[in-house]
């Protein structure tokens, strides 16, 4: 068997300009990066709100709100009285109470309010819908524009998601929802749980009220 040589690299480590510092540099960005990170995961996880709604509904003239009759039939349900208990229902009242949106307690009101906590659990679009008995609207979720109601049953919400929901008051149809990740563990004191819930529903309600889209109904979104 022929004898292999080996051959000096054409550079030598010696060639090599270095400077002093940069390892030294280096690491301290590295641990500022951590900080950082370490610092904003409570915040990070209320990014990335997600909401639908119906694209033929008029929301402008929307102004006044109650809280659904069918959450009382909730009152077993250990997740929601868990985030009612946390302070959901005033966090929510104060959120709408920035978008100039009241709620009316003597008169009917223009639309009805439900929310919901996943939990440690995950629900479905399809089992939260049969929960609340609800149609969905004539274009929810409408991207071509062609007025059929198109939802995605299967779409999960994640572990301790807070999910908001707006209600026609006629015939329990769903013409908005909102929801967003709220970090919130059943043994977070008092004072954490107003303030992950406080930030949760400023999340999902900061698209609210969407803009009057009627003309999607008459013609395609392109993609």
Aim: hydrophobic share 35%; aromatic share 10%; proline share 6%.
């Amino acid at each position: 068997m022929p004898h292999l040589t080996m051959t000096k690299p054409l550079i030598s480590k010696r060639s090599i300009p270095t400077r002093p510092g940069l390892p030294l540099i280096l690491s301290c960005l590295g641990l500022g990066l951590i900080l950082f990170l370490s610092g904003c995961s409570s915040v990070s996880s209320m990014i990335g709100g997600r909401y639908r709604y119906d694209y033929a509904q008029n929301f402008e003239h929307m102004t006044k709100y109650n809280f659904s009759p069918i959450i009382e039939q909730l009152e077993a349900n250990p997740d929601f009285r868990f985030i009612r208990d946390a302070g959901a229902t005033l966090a929510i009242e104060n959120g709408m109470a920035v978008k100039k949106i009241r709620k009316e307690r003597n008169a009917e009101p223009d639309f009805w309010l439900n929310y919901y906590f996943t939990g440690e659990q995950t629900i479905t679009v399809g089992q939260l819908n049969k929960l609340f008995s609800y149609n969905l609207g004539l274009a929810w979720n409408d991207k071509y524009g062609s007025g059929q109601g198109i939802a995605d049953t299967s779409h999960s919400f994640s572990r301790r998601s807070l999910i908001i929901d707006l209600v026609s008051r006629e015939n329990n149809r769903l013409i908005w929802r909102g929801s967003t990740p709220t970090g919130i563990a059943f043994d977070d004191t008092e004072k954490q749980k107003e303030t992950s819930l406080r930030k949760a529903v400023a999340v999902i309600l900061a698209p609210f009220p969407p803009e009057n889209n009627f003309k999607s109904l008459k013609q395609a979104v392109p993609d």
